[in-house]
């Protein structure tokens, strides 16, 4: 009999939503934080869910360059919304640095935060394996897939290292167990034409509203394009 691992039967099946469910919410209870970098997405949303369902009390931080930045705006909904469902209090902290964009954004948010806390967690990376960006929509092959996966590193991880500074980072999603789940999950279950990381919306219905399942992707310090008249 195999004795080692346990776990042998579950190798090579299909991941099924139950195993993505339970696993992120073990990462999730082993990390001792309860701040969360918050823009009213579904990736930011999703762990913001799992953290009230399990009956933490959390603080979210949300930085714009614009007080009429869609992620500021999505982000309030979205908060009242959480603490109607689950009957609760969520401490927030709103901030604006206009005209600051990209890293110089990602700076001055970890300096904000530093004030409050010194550990914070958030949703980076996940986009790159459950195929979260328009590009992988636009053109759904593996050889997209793999070349944004390649450049996670560079792009992100080793930005965030850098300027977060001396505050503590948590990234639920890239912990080893979730990263295995979802490496082996087929691509064109990810994503299509018609759809971005397909896999990531299943586990969030049921859980989130539809508007933050489908709210527009930005990316943190990244421009927008406003509306006629000006408004966001």
Sequence with gaps: MIIHPENWQAIGQPVSMTELDNTLRTVLSEIDCDCLSYSGGLDSSLLLYYLLDMGRTVRTFTMTCDAKHPDMLYAKVAIRAFEEQFGVRIINRWSVVPDVYGDDLVRAFYAEIAQWTDSII??????????????????????????????????HLAPLDENSGSTRVYLPYMDKRFIHLMAQIPLEAKVDLYSRKKVLVELARNKLSQEIIEKKKYGFGTQYVKAVGGAA
């Design 122 to 155: 958030t949703g980076d990376g996940v986009d790159e394996f459950m195929c979260g960006y328009y590009a992988h929509q636009a053109d759904p092959r593996e050889e997209v897939y793999y070349t944004n996966l390649r450049l996670l590193q560079e792009r």
